[in-house]
Every structure is written in C-alpha cells, then in structure tokens.
C-alpha cells in the first residue's frame, strides 16, 4: 500500500473482464450502515453476491437481481482479492458454493477468535466463546478455510472503541423488537431471548465492514495485516461510500 487513496470500483463490468474471481463488497445499506460480503464468478462464471444478512440468514444472490435491478449500484463498490492460481481459485469457488447451498444457520454475534467454515460449508467456531458472525466476520471465516487470512483479528480484541457499543445496543434493540413483533403474530421468537441477553451483557470487540474490505488493497503475501493498517484506509471507504437520502415518514 501506498499513501494515495484508490476508490473502490463500482462498475461491474470491470469485474467480469478482469481476471480476478473474488472481491470484497462494501454497501451502505437502507439504514445508511456499512454491510460487507463476498462478489464472486461461480462456476457457470455468473457473478454472484454471497454474504450474511442477519442470524440464521446466509443469502447468496445473483448480482443482477441484488443490485442491479434495484438501482442500488451506486451505493454498491468492491475490491478485488489479488488471487489468480487456477487451482486455488478452483477450490475457493467450490468452497464459496457449499456455503452458499449449505446456508447453515449462524447466529450473529461479535467477538471473532477465528472460526471457519468447514469442507461441506458448516461453520466451525475456534474457541467455546466464539458465538457466531457478523457480515465482517462472515468474510474471514468463509475464506480463513481456503488459508486466506486478511486480517490479524485478534488485534481487535485488544481495541477498545465507545461508538462499537452504541453499534451494538442498536443491534440488540433491533433483536428484542423482531422477537416482539413474532410474539405479536404469535409466531413465537425470531431470535433466542438468551442469545440477546448475551450479546446485551458482552463487551463489543467489532471488526467492521470497511477494514475487511481494506485488507484486499494489500497484495495476498502481504495478508494478513493489522488493525493499524486498515483503520484509515476503513474511515476513507467509509466516507467515500454515499449515504442515503433519508425517507420522510408522514
């Protein structure tokens, strides 16, 4: 890396002509927060966008119909991972696609210690106290598997930062308001009341969506880097991504 800032590309006709079959997507989402996931060339060489929406909720979808069609290119940007050796691109893609049809039910939780996902697409926690993923985590352990680590994550248990648990308040009012909406349909709950309350009452140790998306402008035998390497190069993609226009509810 060097002192200039690259943007992220957002055309995606770059990445089909490239020669590059996986990239790291960066979005802002309707809430006007970042949200991370895998772009990828499957094995019929259509583009696809594998990612973890929420707990218990793995989507793999084509790119067409997730960004395309909804207009939401422009909100929408990538950077391409620097892998091009056939063989382990074969097996990344093949790896990408059990997980992608395994779509095992993941809890969202923060605190990453390294878990993967397995041969036949089963996420493998690392440790008894790892309980599950976020979007960001999502990446490093759909890839750690395939011995493609981005980042040194355990640096970011050792970081303190205030507005990761505001973060994380907003995500657990989030959970007991799903849970109390499905009471309400008598659907009973969407999401473990114990996992919420385990969430509430844990310190949030947060890899963002950004950082993970830093990490691709490193070369692949620079990987994996530190949280100083991509805390400011993750405040600029942050920046450099637009926000939403908020809708005015009358």
């Known amino acids: 890396m060097n002192g200039t800032f690259t943007p992220p590309e957002t055309e995606i006709k770059k990445f089909q002509e490239s020669p590059y079959h996986f990239a790291i997507s960066l979005m802002r989402t309707d809430e006007n927060r970042l949200h991370t996931g895998i772009l990828y060339k499957d094995s019929k060489g259509t583009v696809r966008i594998l990612h973890f929406a929420f707990h218990h909720l793995i989507k793999d979808e084509l790119y067409d119909n997730a960004i395309a069609q909804k207009n939401e290119s422009r909100f929408f940007f990538w950077v391409c991972i620097k892998l091009t050796q056939p063989p382990r691109v ?9 997980i992608a049809t395994r779509k095992a039910k993941v809890a969202y939780a923060f605190n990453y210690k390294g878990g993967s996902f397995n041969a036949k697409g089963f996420y493998q926690p690392k440790t008894e106290d790892e309980l599950g993923l976020t979007c960001s985590t999502f990446v490093l352990a759909a890839f750690k598997e395939a011995s493609v680590t981005f980042l040194k994550f355990n640096e970011w248990l050792e ?52 950082e993970v998306v830093a990490s691709a402008y490193f070369p692949i035998a620079k990987l994996p880097v530190g949280f100083k390497s991509v805390e400011t190069l993750g405040e600029k993609l942050n920046q450099h991504v637009p926000k939403r226009i908020p809708i005015l509810k009358v």
């Open 159 to 210: 970081v303190t930062r205030s507005d990761d648990e505001i973060f994380k308040a907003e995500i657990v009012q989030y959970m007991r308001q799903r849970n109390a909406e499905f009471l309400q349909l008598g659907r009973g709950n969407a999401i473990d009341p114990a996992h919420i309350e385990m969430l509430a009452n844990s310190p949030c140790k947060r890899i963002r969506p950004e």
């Open 90 to 98: 074969k097996s990344i893609m093949y790896h990408l696609e059990r």
